[in-house]
């Protein structure tokens, strides 16, 4: 019997622009004072993930990770290929995206509810479990820019865990927090992933998390799909490489 997909991703290209100073004679010279250079973060990769399934992924820094969760989310577009949710709807847990700095936690919990496709009236019903989850009391009702990174984290995390999409994408948040939270918001993530209809990937650098969490494991490496398969393989093979490289530099 052949399963349902929940994203199917087809030879996706990513590419972003990068500004870099020129020097005051070179752009005397040429009467332009920035350079800009094309980085291509994802270079046309394919793969599948079922419904229900938790997908690892993990990489270097710079290996075009929080790239590919950006696209899924919408928030980047693609130069080339696709990304095919099925008509899932999606939510991205990462630091430094989602919220207007300017508006409370409270503002930006409807806010965030409604981007990802919840009418007011649903978030209201869900509004004082999320509040009561993200252990921020009365900072709720204070503008996000006050907060701290950690803050932030229970914030969205809370927004994510309480409005349950069928698709969650989680970029390493579950390392940030105090030491409580972060058992809390570990045993949250398995309580939803104990769901057989939500789908998680999760961008982590912890071995202990994707082996204990996930059903399969992709390593991206420098843009491309280095390996994908069972976690405790790939983690091991990633380990690895980790090391030879820190052996050779």
């Known amino acids: 019997m052949m399963k349902e997909s929940s994203i199917s991703v087809k030879n996706l290209s990513i590419s972003y622009r990068i500004l ?14 920035k350079k800009i250079e094309l980085h291509e973060a994802v270079k046309g990769i394919s793969f599948e993930v079922e419904k229900g399934q938790i997908l690892g992924i993990v990489g270097k820094n710079g290996s075009g990770k929080s790239t590919l969760l950006r696209a899924m989310a919408g928030i980047f577009a693609a130069d080339g290929g696709a990304i095919d949710l ?14 207007n700095p300017k508006l409370s936690g409270y503002d ?9 496709g919840f009418t007011q009236e649903e978030i209201s019903k869900k509004v004082d479990d999320i509040i009561e989850f993200s252990e921020l009391g009365s900072f709720v009702y204070k503008p996000v820019r006050t907060y701290s990174s950690g803050m ?6 809370s927004i994510t865990a309480v409005l349950e999409t069928d698709i969650s994408l989680i970029d390493e948040v579950l390392s940030v927090g105090d030491i409580q939270f972060k058992e809390k918001s570990y045993n949250k993530m398995k309580e939803i992933i104990s769901d057989t209809n939500r789908t998680v990937l999760i961008v982590s650098h912890s071995s202990e998390t994707l082996l204990e969490l996930c059903d399969e494991v992709l390593w991206l490496h420098d843009g491309v799909i280095k ?3 069972k976690p405790k393989k790939v983690v091991a093979a990633y380990e690895k490489f980790m090391r030879d490289t ?4």
């Open 20 to 33: 870099r100073k020129v020097s005051i004679k070179r752009s005397i010279l040429s009467l332009f004072t």
């Open 86 to 99: 099925h008509g899932n709807s999606i939510s991205l847990l990462s630091i430094g995206v989602g919220f």
């Open 108 to 116: 930006n919990i409807f806010l965030s509810g409604m981007l990802l």
């Open 152 to 157: 932030h984290s229970k914030l969205a995390f």
């Open 227 to 229: 390996m994908q398969g």
């Open 246 to 249: 820190e052996t050779t530099n």
